[in-house]
Nanobody, 126 residues
Framework: VQLVESGGGLVQAGDSLRLSCAAS????????MGWFRQAPGKEREFVAG????????DYTDSVKGRFTISRDNPKNTVHLQMISLKPEDTAVYYC????????????????????WGQGTQVTVSS
C-alpha cells in the first residue's frame, strides 16, 4: 500500500484542520491505520489509530476530546479531524498502515506499522 497525506497547513490556536490519507495498492480494509507526529527535535509519537474495521480507535492522552480518527474503507481513506488546536500540536503528521488481517486491534507502537506516508506539516500559531 502507498500512502499520501494532505490537509496540513498554518492555523491559529483554537482553529480546526482535517488531515486526510489516501491509500492505494493492496486491500485497504486489511490494514489498521494510524497517525503519528514529529515535532522538531522530538521523536515521532503516536497520535491516533483505528482498527481495520473502524470499530476500535485509540488516542494519545494529549489529543483526546480534540482529535477524531475515522476511515472510509470503500474510498481507501483515513481522516484525522483536529479541533481546538494548540501550538504544541505543531509537527509533521504522518499516516501509517499496519497489515493485520488476523486481528481488529489498534496498534499504538511505531514499530508495528509497515508503511508510512511522506508527512504533512501542521503549524499552529499562538
Amino acid at each position: 500500500v502507498q500512502l499520501v497525506e494532505s490537509g496540513g497547513g498554518l492555523v491559529q490556536a483554537g482553529d480546526s484542520l482535517r488531515l486526510s490519507c489516501a491509500a492505494s495498492g493492496r486491500t485497504f480494509s486489511s490494514y489498521a491505520m494510524g497517525w503519528f507526529r514529529q515535532a522538531p527535535g522530538k521523536e515521532r509519537e503516536f497520535v491516533a489509530g483505528i482498527s481495520r474495521s473502524g470499530g476500535k480507535t485509540d488516542y494519545t492522552d494529549s489529543v483526546k476530546g480534540r482529535f477524531t480518527i475515522s476511515r472510509d474503507n470503500p474510498k481507501n481513506t483515513v481522516h484525522l479531524q483536529m479541533i481546538s488546536l494548540k501550538p504544541e500540536d505543531t509537527a509533521v503528521y504522518y499516516c501509517a498502515a499496519d497489515y493485520t488481517i488476523r486481528s481488529d486491534n489498534v496498534p499504538v507502537r511505531r514499530i508495528e506499522y509497515d508503511t508510512w506516508g511522506q508527512g504533512t506539516q501542521v503549524t499552529v500559531s499562538s
